[in-house]
């Protein structure tokens, strides 16, 4: 059974910086992208960054140039580290994994269980 951990959320004044971890666990054999999404309350699911197994990046235009997403393959580890941040950031954050090949599935997708961000002062 494969499972997506994150960790790295909290609470941030405007204009500070969070680092977030999603960690895919499980008999993994690869994993083609990863990303982040978030929900904010009221608001529907929206992608924030998601990378590739050869790491072509895509962001949203409201994260583009504050907000940097990077993968370790080898540990099947995705972070998003988010500079500049706004109250408008405030939102769940949620791990994703498209393409899952393990012992056990192909092509599967997953979704870590969230994180919170708050930007306030």
């Known amino acids: 059974q494969v499972q997506l951990v994150e960790s790295g959320g909290g609470l941030v004044q405007p204009g500070g910086s969070l680092r977030l971890s999603c960690a895919a666990s499980?008999?993994?054999?690869?994993?083609?992208?990863m990303g982040w999404y978030r929900q904010a309350p009221g608001k529907q699911r929206e992608l924030v960054a998601a990378?590739?197994?050869?790491?072509?990046?895509n962001y949203a235009d409201s994260v583009q140039g504050r907000f940097t997403i990077s993968r370790d393959n080898a540990k099947n580890t995705v972070y998003l580290q988010m500079n500049s941040l706004k109250p408008e950031d405030t939102a769940v954050y949620y791990c994703?994994?498209?393409?899952?090949?393990?012992?056990?599935?192909?092509?599967?997708?997953?979704w870590g269980e969230g994180t919170l961000v708050t930007v306030s002062s």
């Open positions: 499980g008999s993994i054999f690869s994993i083609r992208t």
């Open positions: 990378i590739s197994s050869r790491s072509n990046t």
């Open positions: 994703n994994a498209v393409g899952v090949t393990s012992a056990t599935e192909w092509g599967a997708e997953y």
